[in-house]
């Protein structure tokens, strides 16, 4: 059975840092293109950052457009682990973020989300 489990979110002051993990079981995590998404109340789910299957597909990246080089994602294809490091955070970085295995390209990894599996979610709130 697929799963994702995500860790590391909690309360941080502005202008700090943050490393969300994702811990991937059930499937062959190498074959997946994986990504983060984050939704916030009342607002829409929004893609954080996606990343390539292995160093063969080069791990490319995606980044969302207000992440402006504040977060970095990661994948440990040795341990099926998927991590964002997150830095200079800002109140509107405040959302639930989900860890989400992608039935996608990394081109589309933002859109093609129909096949996409889905962990559970982590809380990340920045104080102001």
């Known amino acids: 059975q697929v799963q994702l489990v995500e860790s590391g979110g909690g309360l941080v002051q502005a202008g700090g840092s943050l490393q969300l993990s994702c811990v991937a079981s059930?499937?062959?995590?190498?074959?997946?293109?994986m990504g983060w998404f984050r939704q916030a109340p009342g607002k829409e789910r929004e893609g954080v950052a996606c990343?390539?299957?292995?160093?063969?597909?080069?791990?490319?990246?995606n980044y969302g457009e207000s992440i402006k080089g504040r977060f970095m994602v990661i994948r440990n294809n040795g341990n099926n682990t998927l991590f964002l490091h997150m830095k200079n955070l800002k109140f509107e970085d405040t959302a639930t973020y989900y860890c989400?295995?992608?039935?996608?390209?990394?081109?589309?990894?933002?859109?093609?989300?129909?096949?996409?599996?889905w962990g559970q979610g982590t809380q990340v709130t920045v104080s102001s």
């Open positions: 990343i390539d299957r292995n160093m063969w597909s080069g791990f490319r990246t």
């Open positions: 989400a295995r992608l039935d996608s390209t990394w081109r589309t990894c933002f859109s093609d989300l129909g096949g996409a599996r």
């Open positions: 059930g499937f062959t995590f190498d074959n997946y293109v």
